[in-house]
């Protein structure tokens, strides 16, 4: 020990250094919470329901091309409505979303042929849908009566299960034999319409990009989202199609 100072003394230039030192880390992690707050604003984890509304739906068609056969699908009178449930997590900034939907869609077909005529139906068309998405903050805004509010995009990865679509090729495989001049007896096709579409549902996987903007409703953690999907065929062989999406639920 040197005889500049007392053992006493030492102790006490230690504790202190000690205790600056301690000052100095406290203000580092008080400025690194602040630089990442943005982040974590309305929470690092959630979970809720989400509902959605395609902009798009099945078009009217007719096929005729198979001699004293006519199948007519009629446009749907609305687009299809989605419902289904969402989970997020959410680091520095980025979020990575979880969701599933189910959306359908109602229209009618008619089937005829030379000896009866079946409809027309009440149909139905269905897609199951799942979704993957990377998120950004890209700034945070402030909205009349939202307390906060904030600006995201986000891309991602889907997949969709959805029915067919009334047509020649399923009524051939309705109808005993395959024949589609033969005669039928409407209730009975009717019956083997819902085994058919489990039977021939399709499936498609795409990608997808997405705008949105996050607010809170009281104590709602609240999505709202525009989203274009790129896959093939879920409509009427179109290579994709645009949806609007709300979210609400709890972020902790």
Aim: glycine share 12%.
């Amino acid at each position: 020990m040197s005889d500049l100072f007392t053992k006493k003394t030492y102790r006490k230039l230690r504790k202190l250094y000690r205790q600056i030192k301690g000052i100095k880390m406290k203000k580092f992690l008080g400025c690194l919470i602040l630089l990442i707050m943005p982040s974590y604003i309305f929470g690092l984890a959630g979970f809720g329901l989400q509902f959605g509304q395609d902009f798009s739906k099945l078009s009217g068609y007719e096929d005729n091309e198979t001699v004293g056969v006519t199948v007519k699908s009629y446009e749907m009178d609305s687009n299809p409505f989605g419902l289904g449930g969402y989970a997020f997590v959410d680091l520095f900034g980025f979020a990575l979303e979880a969701e599933g939907d189910f959306a359908f869609g109602p229209y009618q077909f008619e089937f005829i042929n030379p000896v009866n005529t079946l409809g027309p139906v009440e149909f139905g068309w269905a897609r199951a849908s799942y979704g993957l998405t990377l998120k950004k903050n890209l700034m945070d805004i402030s909205i009349p009566i939202l307390a906060k509010a904030a600006i995201n995009a986000g891309v991602g990865i889907n997949g969709h299960t959805y029915t067919p679509r009334a047509s020649v090729d399923m009524m051939g495989k309705l109808l005993d034999g395959g024949d589609l001049t033969s005669s039928f007896t409407p209730d009975d096709l009717e019956n083997k319409l819902i085994e058919y579409l489990k039977d021939n549902k399709e499936d498609e996987r795409g990608l997808h990009v997405q705008a949105g903007l996050r607010f809170k409703v009281l104590i709602l953690d609240t999505h709202f989202n525009l989203r274009y999907t790129i896959v093939e065929n879920v409509y009427d062989g179109s290579n994709g199609y645009a949806q609007a999406m709300f979210k609400v639920g709890m972020a902790f």
